[in-house]
Nanobody
């Protein structure tokens, strides 16, 4: 069993930055992809970014490409999401996810999820 805990959410202004962390425990996730999804009020959960098990390949949604950076510390079972140049549309609950495959997988196909962390961007 894998337990994912997100941290680092909060309030930021338009154009500002936040850094999210996702700590995995309970099982070694070094062989798993890790990723981030988000869900805004009234909308479906959507893919944001994912990173391969060895950290060499990163994938991004078009809406965040060039502004967000995903990374991971394999030894510490932790993933990060650096969010820069935030805009109002980035406001959402951000969820960490992990499984053998995360990129291009539907939400229901991913087994491990964190509880989510709120990111609010204000003008």
């Amino acid at each position: 069993q894998v337990h994912l805990v997100e941290s680092g959410g909060g309030l930021a202004q338009v154009g500002g930055s936040l850094r999210l962390s996702c700590a995995a425990s309970g099982r070694d996730v070094s062989g798993y992809e890790m990723g981030w999804f988000r869900q805004a009020p009234g909308k479906e959960r959507e893919f944001v970014a994912a990173i391969s098990s060895n950290g060499n390949r990163m994938y991004y949604a078009d809406s965040v490409k060039g502004r967000f950076t995903i990374s991971r510390d394999v030894a510490k079972n932790t993933a990060f999401l650096q969010m820069d140049t935030l805009n109002l549309e980035d406001t959402a609950v951000y969820y960490c996810a992990s499984d053998y495959r995360v990129y291009k997988m539907a939400v229901y196909q991913i087994y491990y999820w964190g509880q989510g962390t709120q990111v609010t961007v204000s003008s």
